[in-house]
Every structure is written in C-alpha cells, then in structure tokens.
C-alpha cells in the first residue's frame, strides 16, 4: 500500500532556529497537508496543498507540493516554545478524501 | 460550530468485552472519518461515511469493528471481543464532501487490559 516517510523522526532545537522537514511518497498524490499533534489531542491542519509546485504560508509556517507530486516539506521560522509537538504529512489522491499520514516529525524547543 | 466532539476521552476495557465509542461531526459537515492511531505513528483510516453511507472501509477494520451514521449526523463505532491490540487512540473527523482538509476530534483512547 502506499506509504509516506517523514525525515527527520525527531529535532531538538534552540529558540530562535529555523526548522526543516519533509515528506516522501513512491506514489503521486493530489494533495498534500501538513498537520500539527500535541499530547492527548488530534491532528490540527496547518497548511493544504492542492498544485504540484505550489508554495503556501502560514504565519512563521511555509510549505511546498514537490514538482513530483511524491513530496513535500514543511519550513518553521524562528521556533518558538510552543511549536513544540508532532507534526504529520498526510497525502491524498482518490475523490474518498481519505488521507495516508507519515509516522511524525517530533519537535522539541529549547527556551 | 462546536468543532467535532468524541466520546469518551478515555476507556479502559477488559480483554473480550464490547466498546462503543461516539462521534458528533460539526453539523454541516457530511464526510466523517474514523482513523486509529497507535504510539509512535501517523493515523491509519479505517472508515468514512458520505451522509449515512459507508462507502469504503479499510482492510484494518476487521468483522469485530462496525461503524454506523444513522441519519447522516453522529456516528458511532463498535468494537466487539476486544484484544489488546486493539489499544490506540481512535480519531473521528469531519469535512465537507471535495475537502481534504478535514478537522479531527481529540480522539478515544482505548485501552484493553
């Protein structure tokens, strides 16, 4: 079945710094959205992305749908404490909506 | 718009016993999806309706699992004989029919002792 990997599993970084991940497929999708978790909650969007080549923000959050359309990637600008948490890339690509999630980037935020 | 409310938050179960878990999408929503999601890992889907109708289920939803959406509003998921494997937390969301960006609850954890 199709699979996402997300890199890296987990980042430890200081205030301040900015942060990078993505997310790979070995199928296209037509979607991608990234999402943020935090403890004994569900997923919350962040950012959709809906054209190959597309660049979108949010805030301090930027995300682009690969050319390819098998990847995508997530930037955090200047972290801040409460961006601590998991964040997820979730690709879709049938009408259903239904969603295939990475395993999770884990952030942590030294004040 | 109240968001999408599940309950309860938490279960504890004894190993073989049924569990029933509920969902209340945001009202005009007419997609709602049910994903489990265990330690360490992204949500896996399991189910989703169109108004009341199932219309795919995944192959991770064995014959002890059945979810339901009478009238198309609240849904509802089963699990029968319960295992420990079937600990995780359970997630319900809801959006509209065309619209990935679907909002999720803060989910069920089972926990199957």
Redesign the interface.
Request: aromatic share 12%; proline share 4%.
């Given at each position: 079945g199709q699979q996402?990997n997300?890199s890296p599993q987990s980042m430890f970084i200081q205030e301040g710094e900015d942060v990078s991940m993505n997310c790979t497929s070995s199928s296209i999708f037509n979607?991608w959205?990234w999402?943020k978790q935090e403890p004994?909650?569900?997923?919350?969007?962040l950012i959709?992305l809906y054209k190959a080549g597309e660049l979108t923000s949010n805030g301090r959050l930027t995300a682009q749908f690969g050319i390819t359309r098998k990847d995508s990637f997530l930037n955090i600008s200047a972290s801040i404490p409460s961006d601590v948490g998991i964040y997820?890339c979730?690709g879709?690509s049938s009408?259903?909506?239904?969603?295939?999630?990475?395993?999770?980037t884990t952030l942590q935020v030294k004040p | 718009d109240t968001g999408v409310s599940q309950d309860p938050r938490h279960k504890i179960t004894k190993r073989g016993q049924n569990v029933t878990f509920r969902c209340d999408p945001i009202s005009e929503h007419n997609r709602l999806y049910w994903y489990r999601q265990t330690l360490g890992q992204g949500p896996e889907f399991l189910t989703y309706f169109q108004n009341e109708a199932q219309l795919e289920k995944s192959r991770l939803l064995s014959d002890r699992f059945s979810a339901e959406r009478p009238k198309g509003s609240f849904s509802t998921l089963e699990i029968q004989r319960t295992e420990q494997g079937d600990s995780a937390m359970y997630l319900c969301a809801s959006s509209l029919a065309g619209r990935y960006g679907y909002t999720f609850g803060s989910g069920t954890r089972l926990t199957v002792v």
């Open positions: 996402l997300q979607t959205l999402y004994g909650e569900g997923p919350v969007l959709a997820f979730a879709g009408n259903t909506g239904k969603l295939i999630f990475g395993q999770g | -």
